[in-house]
């Protein structure tokens, strides 16, 4: 797969844009171990192996086990994660994948059993970020550098 367009180079006032919100995100989302979790599951659902590869790297150095990694593609079928990260990862695929779900109400209730109304909406700016940078780097053909 071949690099299409460098974006930073070509709307670099965008991506500077694009940046400043998220760097406003995770300041005032500040689980950054769930932050990484939610980041890396709705990159496997889009498919962006630039943010796989980012996401999964973040995930370790911040402590996350490489079994939870493993398993997070089927997290549903675990006993590992708790019921605040089951429910912060079924609001984001129902986010990720709206046109198909619609957010459904029973996914809303149980988010809001574990996250006060302003944590929901700035999990919801995580889940929506992480969604953009997907579609970027797709889009462009970014490819994550092969580790030796």
Known sequence: ???RIDYRAAAPETFQAFL???KHITQVFTDAKLRALIDLRVSQINGCAFCLDMHANEARHLGESQQR???LAAWR??????DR??????????IT???ETHV????????KKHFADKEIVELTAVIGMINLWNRISISFRAEPKERK
């Open 20 to 22: 400043a919100v998220h």
């Open 104 to 111: 459904p109400d029973e996914i809303y209730i149980e988010v």
């Open 77 to 82: 079928e675990t006993s590992f994660l708790s």
């Open 1 to 3: 797969m071949s690099n």
């Open 69 to 71: 990694l493993d398993c």
């Open 97 to 99: 994948l709206v046109a």
């Open 85 to 94: 990260e089951r429910a912060a990862l079924a609001w984001a695929e129902a």
